[in-house]
């Protein structure tokens, strides 16, 4: 099942491109025997589109069609990583070919674009900038191969 990040603005060169780069590399090498991946960055461009519902249709276009859709947001259920290891798979074992994630801009997501989603997920109870959200859920997505891989990169 191949994964995708459907998110606002464009990362340049630094400590979070650099991250994202390194735990997306990892997760498609250790996803690829477990039937997942490989995981792609839909960057939307952020001057086209101001406020949450302009850019809705704009991340809306860069999800699959057919994908299972997982709306990042504040108010969505907080996961454990072997939880998170199990919504892939489960979301795998349906026979989906894609699972996309979107993650807003600034101000959040549009309210009907996250009611659209299938399932919605906070990364914490605090918020984070959508830059850093973008590190989390690579490093998340990661975790969640090498649980499901039996690595001891994760730590229970």
Known sequence: MKLHICAMGRLR?????????????????????????????????????????????????????????????????????????????????RGLRDMAFVIGGADGLDPELRARADMVVSLSHMVWPHMLARVMLTEQIYRAATILSGSPYHRD
Request: aromatic letters at 4%; charged letters at 30%.
């Open 13 to 93: 060169k630094g400590p979070e491109r650099i991250l994202i780069d390194d735990y997306v590399a990892r997760f498609n090498r250790t996803g690829r025997a477990l039937s997942l991946g490989p995981c792609e960055e839909h960057e939307v461009d952020e001057r086209k589109a101001i406020t949450p519902s302009a850019q809705a249709p704009l991340l809306a276009r860069a999800v699959p069609d057919g994908a299972y859709l997982v709306a990042l947001d504040e108010r969505g259920a907080l996961l454990t990583s072997p939880e998170f290891a199990r919504l892939l798979t489960d979301t795998r074992d």
